[in-house]
């Protein structure tokens, strides 16, 4: 099964660098590449909202009324990825734009009763997109040719043919070709608050 370590593996055999037997292996070498990857990772999952790595989530409600003024007070998912791309008070109206809410912290404040966010996780290989497999790894490949192994002409190859040459702004290259791929298949992913705006629409029709 496909898994962190193979993918790991695989950018270290582009860079050159010897392959580590875990992740999780208290040793130097599986330090350095651990750090790479979750960098690195963070990094691409970053540049795009890619289907693969959103979920959404119930949140839970807490006992206590917040000090903000709001009725409820809701946790939001520890093993999210930053803010919540979007937060709603119906799921099964995913493209209402519902704002009336408060981000504090870890905590999202409303007076609606129940909430469910939209947010960006840390998905196991197994379910990212071919596209996105190929970029993430010529990017890691890219990252450990310098971290690992000193070679800035190597990282440099790697890198423009990651995320292409200065002018795209690392968005250009595979992971271009990841994001299309992504945006094509999941336009009901839209972000909401283009989805209900007239002036969209009327461009669009």
Known sequence: ML????VANEACALSGVAPIQSLQAQTPAAAQVRLAYDRVLGHCLGIHRFSFSLSTRRLSRLVDAPETGWLYAF???ADRVGAPIAVLDDVKRPGRHFTDWLLEG???HSDAPDLWARIRIVPA???WSPPFRHAFTVALAADLALTAKRDKTLRQ???EEAFGSAQYNGRGGLILAAITDDSQSTASLENPAVSNDPL????RS
């Open 3 to 6: 898994d962190h370590l193979t």
């Open 75 to 77: 946790d939001l998912p």
């Open 106 to 108: 870890a905590q999202v």
């Open 125 to 127: 290989p197994v379910v």
């Open 157 to 159: 190859i790697l890198h």
């Open 200 to 203: 969209t629409g009327a461009w």
